[in-house]
């Protein structure tokens, strides 16, 4: 029987313990994809976790407005006022990409162009493009949504630690061309992102958030996009400035294999890993290696099962997620990724089921044959 | 012989440590010593990028010493390229890349071209959101013996089936060797679609590439 309210469940697997039933919460849920459950925009973020019987929230909405695609937040144009004035609810609190911005017409989904922190001489669009992080007017926004939706849920702010800021606004190859060219503006740069989220994290702190999701792509499919050595000199130092800032339990996310590096990466004091990506790794080696140390979340398979899989598909690999990771807690299931709008609406809702008939502690191992 | 094993060593050591400074008193020195262009591209560079292309996918070394070397390479190749093209040498091949339609995601791309380019390949780098359309186009204009293809997300992959059947409608598709990769391709995904072949990472594209050449036109 169920018996945690959904904060309990999750901020308990957080810490690695055992909570009732695996929790479930996702990095984001794409505008679209909510529109299709709820069959309406104008709906509250709680609403949306009980309809599908998830445990918390963050990112957004398109309450007030139309459903939008994934990173339209994101675009640098005017980013300033929409971060201070935000018209639809989010819980996202990252800087802006410094770069030229494009949009494909039929979706709307915007994309990186080309990264703009490409010498000395550009670090000055820092001020035009970061809004100010002691601006009021958005936390104040922000903890006014927390107090009217939060309820029983868990909910958590999206942050950075300046690294994919780092990375996207300099592009991928100029940064790792400026690692031997230019080391001291690579550093420069991930400085200045780090400081600015430490210092929206000292707000946060002092806001009803359970935790923190944040988000800093380090890795493809195949290895990390730098050495240790690199990690240590290029990211590490600017990394801690955030860490050390937070003080909430938080989810590290990155895509792809981190692990020739998560042994360094754990020393940062994470409380969870995500999104563990199945083409990256296997999850019963990371849960081998690190579930001691760190609360695994993710590893639904988001490039075949949610959504070109079958609900049969989906069902499987829950149980299969269950069984491998979630015996003794310490486990909280989620997308490889995050729910985008083109994950079929069947599978989620066969994901939702299947949390509920397989994730009940103490496990079912009759159920998980 | 003391002098070949010296040049093959300098030049394979500016590559693989990306000192691309180093290419243009290699390349002359190489000359003057009375080695052809070709045989300093195709017996000393393309090896040394080979040996980069290795490390990298055996995870020896990262993102950021492969592209330094590979952007070495290229130096090397602007260089040697008018006396190659004077003395009648043509690039390996050429290729036309993109990722296809509704995907903005050029990371996995962005280094299948700069590893091609730099194992000697002319390379027609279409960008992001490539319509199948503009595929068929760039290869009436070009003439490549190669189309690769590539997306990340399941969504747009999709597109890598469509592009094909462009390919094929507008009767081009005999004419080149369809390669596709991205995170969530898969072989059985490719051989679907009808691709040529699937290259699971950057070095494998171009290993495949390298075994099909004889088979183009």
């Known amino acids: 029987m169920e018996n945690m309210k959904p904060r309990e469940r999750v901020l308990t697997a957080l810490m690695r313990g055992v909570p009732d039933r695996v929790p479930w919460i996702e990095n984001d849920i794409e505008e679209g ?7 309406k925009t104008d709906f509250k973020p709680g609403e949306l976790c009980k309809k599908l019987g998830m445990d918390g929230f963050g990112y957004h909405f398109p309450m007030g407005g139309t459903a939008t695609a994934g990173q339209a937040m994101q675009a640098a144009v005017g980013f300033k006022e929409s971060y201070y004035y935000p018209q639809k609810v989010t819980f996202d609190f990252v800087p802006p990409w410094i770069a030229e911005m494009g949009a494909i017409p039929e979706t709307g989904r915007t994309f990186i162009k080309r990264g703009l922190l490409t010498s000395n001489d550009s670090l000055k669009l820092f001020d035009e493009y970061l809004p100010d992080p002691d601006h009021p007017e958005r936390y104040e926004r922000v903890a006014n949504w927390i107090a009217q939706f939060k309820g029983d849920y868990a909910v958590f702010a999206r942050i950075r630690l300046g690294s994919a800021s780092m990375i996207e606004s300099m592009g991928l190859v100029q940064f790792a061309y400026n690692v031997y060219d230019h080391p001291g503006l690579v550093k420069e740069v991930h400085r200045r992102f780090s400081e600015w989220s430490a210092k929206v994290v000292e707000h946060l702190n002092q806001m009803e958030f359970d935790f923190y999701w944040v988000n800093d792509d380090l890795a493809d499919t195949r290895s990390p996009w730098m050495s240790r050595e690199m990690l240590k ?54 849960a081998k290696r690190y579930g001691q140390r760190v609360c695994i979340l993710g590893n639904i398979d988001l490039d075949y099962t949610l959504t070109l899989g079958s609900p049969e598909e989906v069902d499987r690999e829950v149980k299969e997620r269950v069984t ?4 003794e807690g310490g486990y909280i299931i989620t997308s490889a990724n995050s729910l985008t709008d083109y994950c079929k609406t069947e599978n989620v809702w066969a994901m939702a089921n299947a949390i509920k008939k397989y994730g009940k502690y103490p496990l079912d191992q009759n159920l998980l044959k | 012989m003391t002098v070949v094993t010296n040049i093959h060593h300098e030049l394979r050591e500016a590559i693989i440590r990306g000192k691309r400074e180093a290419m243009e008193p290699l390349i002359r020195k190489a000359l003057s010593k009375g080695f052809r262009s070709e045989e300093i591209m195709n017996a000393m560079m393309i090896p040394a990028m080979d040996e980069v292309g290795d490390r990298f996918a055996k995870g020896e070394i990262y993102l950021p010493e492969m592209m330094i070397a590979a952007r070495t390479m290229n130096t090397g190749l602007d260089i040697l390229r008018p006396l190659l093209l004077s003395s009648g040498v043509a690039s390996k091949a050429k290729a036309v890349i993109g990722t296809v339609k509704g995907d903005i995601h050029d990371v996995g791309k962005n280094i299948v071209a700069m590893m091609l380019q730099s194992a000697g390949y002319e390379l027609f780098d279409l960008g992001i959101d490539v319509a199948p359309e503009k595929f068929v186009e760039a290869v009436k204009t070009h003439e490549p013996q190669f189309v690769l293809l590539s997306a990340l997300l399941t969504l747009t992959m999709l ?13 081009l598709r005999g004419k080149v060797k369809v390669g596709v990769g991205g995170a969530p391709v898969t072989e059985r995904f490719a051989v679907r679609i009808g691709a040529d072949f699937y290259g699971q990472e950057a070095r494998a594209a171009v290993i495949k590439c390298n075994k099909l050449i004889s088979t183009v036109e």
């Open chain 1, 324 to 327: 491998a990771v979630g015996q």
């Open chain 2, 159 to 171: 597109m890598m089936g469509e592009t094909i059947n462009a390919l094929q409608k507008a009767g």
């Open chain 1, 33 to 39: 994809l909510q529109e299709r459950i709820m069959g």
């Open chain 1, 233 to 286: 000199e290029f990211f590490f130092p600017y990394q801690e400035i955030v860490a050390h800032a937070i003080k909430k339990p938080w989810v590290f996310h990155s895509d792809g294999n981190l692990l020739p590096i998560l042994d360094d990466l754990l020393t940062l004091g994470m409380s969870g890993i995500h999104p563990v990506q199945p083409s990256a790794m296997d999850i019963k080696e990371v």
